[in-house]
């Protein structure tokens, strides 16, 4: 959620600067700061928004050539101008996204070394260590070096030394960095969109990447070094996340987009082999070490995550775990002590949720945290944890990369709070893995829309279907009939496949098509006896299945093979089949994609 930018040039930067924060907003944060290198090293801090840093800037009517800025969200020490960032130590001045997990065995060494704290953050120790490091006589790069290799957890940093007055030295481990290219200055920023105005080439640095970037040069070490100029990609508007660029629909876009929106919900959230519990706010590992249940609550598709999630919590963390539909909850009475209420809404604004948030405050709950894609929204404000979903603006009603950034962040919810109950090291490794892997997966996913694209072709002229699944996939089936209904008018329903018998088997016949979301786990042979039910009622079955598993292919069926993944990712990469499905009998339909009928994108009424 932090944003960095910074510049070095032969003009006056702070303009460059504050305008780059601005672009950033979007992001959410508490603070802002500037740190301008003009005649040594000047400060410039305050608390809310960026317009104020801009007002005391403009007091102070700064010349700096070079400086680097910051917008900050608070999870170590509170919103004060003392912890906004930037931070310094002597002529060096840092900002830092991310969580330095060791910063409290970094903070009692540099105290021992005679270093004094004067905030309550982990990015302090870094400005110190950095400091340090340059008392030796060698590099500002070596300095960099050295400071790294004492680092744990995931950062994306940007530091000045005033002793370097032309140089930024930037370091990306864990959270994104990009460096852009001018003439006769260059730039640095945790994304692009924050030097639109000033350029339209970019270097996207891998992990592990050093670089150092001076007015007329850029010189990057580490990971996968080459030549600058040959990773050099020039961006025009069509990558603006609110632009449809070339797809016909916004829908499609969205769904197109999803393997870099996870990525980016993962961005500063994973060290090497762990989930970071700092990523959910101040306090966040002492909330989940009390969280002895989990209530979620959610409307639509969030409340199809939060029943995702209820397997997830009960698997992996072993603790219990309520889903509740936020008009419902809030009618209720609740006696909860040590739960955590997650409340799930892309907007933040839907109105039933809020609504059931608030009445949280009258009830016993340990503690409030929300999943949101909008970060100055009311239910960002009003809870005590949150975590952004990140992934961009939504503009399709339907929702889609919001959904799947909702399960990237449950499970890193799970496995953050696992941690501190039944969730073994062992387990939440492989849980740490499969995240890191999902974009690729993802990626593989979506070739399948020709295939796809075929087999909707056949739902045109269909009045009904039915979705079926089992497990953490019944939710994913019951998202799959949601999307159906939402974009192309068609009547489905999602239910559990071991339901069949108990009602909806009545309704199946060969005018209602069956979908069945059927990955590779201990209930596929529950499954395979579900499906054969439904196959001698003469349905066409068409069967979402893993692709390493042996899954018959008789007349009446069709088998689209899935990438194999871990199980924990299992309901993510299925959602994808189900999103595509849903697009194209929709525009085989010739419906609105983006805007159905009778719909609208945030419910802020009852």
């Not at 042996?550 to 871990?566: K, Q, T």
């Amino acid at each position: 959620m932090c944003g960095i930018v910074g510049v070095t040039a032969k003009r006056e930067v702070c303009g460059i600067l504050l305008e780059g924060l601005r672009r950033l907003e979007y992001r959410g944060y508490d603070s802002a700061g500037v740190a301008l290198m003009d005649q040594g090293i000047q400060r410039i801090r305050r608390v809310g928004k960026v317009q104020v840093l801009a007002d005391a800037c403009e007091e102070l009517e700064p010349t700096a050539v070079m400086g680097i800025a910051h917008t900050r969200w608070a999870t170590h020490g509170k919103p004060t101008e003392a912890n906004a960032h930037p931070h310094a130590s002597g002529g060096v001045a840092v900002v830092h996204n991310g969580i330095i997990e060791n910063h409290q065995e970094l903070r009692e060494t540099l105290t021992g070394l005679g270093y004094t704290f004067e905030s309550e953050t982990d990015t302090e120790v870094i400005a110190h260590l950095l400091n340090h490091e340059l008392q030796q006589p060698d590099t500002f790069r070596d300095a960099m070096d050295r400071v790294v290799d004492q680092l744990e957890g995931a950062y994306a940093i940007a530091a000045i030394d005033q002793h370097h007055p032309e140089t930024i030295m930037a370091v990306r481990s864990g959270s994104p960095l990009v460096v852009g290219l001018g003439i006769g200055e260059n730039y640095v920023a945790s994304d692009p969109q924050a030097l639109r105005p000033v350029t339209d080439r970019f270097i996207f640095l891998e992990e592990g990447e050093i670089v150092e970037i001076t007015p007329k040069e850029i010189s990057i070490a580490g990971h996968h070094s080459s030549a600058v100029q040959s990773r050099a990609v020039t961006l025009d508007e069509r990558h603006d996340a609110a632009d449809k660029g070339n797809y016909r629909h916004y829908m499609l876009k969205e769904i197109r987009e999803q393997p870099l929106t996870l990525e980016r919900t993962l961005s500063g959230r994973l060290s090497g082999t762990h989930v970071l519990s700092r990523a959910f706010g101040i306090g966040a590992e002492e909330i989940f070490a009390r969280t002895q249940a989990v209530q979620i609550v959610a409307c639509g598709s969030s409340y199809y995550a939060g029943m995702v999630a209820r397997y997830w919590f009960e698997r992996y963390a072993g603790i219990p775990c309520q889903v509740e539909v936020a008009s419902e909850l809030r009618y209720r009475e609740q006696v909860l002590p040590n739960t955590l209420l997650v409340a799930i809404s892309q907007s933040g604004e839907t109105a039933d949720t809020l609504a059931a948030l608030r009445n949280a405050a009258e009830s016993d709950y340990l503690a409030t945290l929300c999943l949101c894609n909008v970060p100055n929204s009311t239910m960002v404000r009003e809870t005590d944890l949150k975590l952004m979903l990140e992934a961009g603006p939504e503009i399709c009603v339907a929702s889609t990369k919001a959904f799947t950034n909702q399960l990237a962040d449950l499970l890193l919810l799970v496995a953050a709070v696992g941690r501190f109950h039944a969730l073994d090291d062992e387990m939440h490794q492989e849980i740490v893995q499969a995240l890191k892997d999902l974009p690729a997966t993802i990626e593989k996913t979506l070739k399948l829309d020709d295939q796809i694209r075929h087999i909707a072709e056949q739902f045109v002229e269909k009045r009904h279907a039915l979705f079926l699944g089992r497990g953490s996939h019944y939710p994913i089936a019951l998202e799959g009939a949601l999307k159906l209904k939402e974009i192309s008018y068609i009547h489905a329903e999602g239910y559990p496949a071991g339901e069949l018998k108990h009602g909806p088997l009545a309704l199946v016949d060969d005018d209602m098509p069956v979908v069945a979301v059927a990955p590779g786990d201990d209930l596929i042979e529950k499954l395979k006896s579900n499906l054969e039910e439904v196959r001698a009622r003469g349905a066409k079955l068409y069967i979402f299945a893993d692709e390493h598993h042996d899954m018959p292919e008789p007349e009446g069926v069709e088998v689209l093979n899935v990438p194999s993944c871990h199980r924990s990712v299992s309901p993510i990469v299925y959602t994808i089949p189900v999103q595509l499905l849903a697009y194209h009998v929709a525009v085989f339909k010739g419906t609105d994609v983006d805007q159905p009928r009778n719909l609208a994108k945030s419910v802020t009424v009852e």
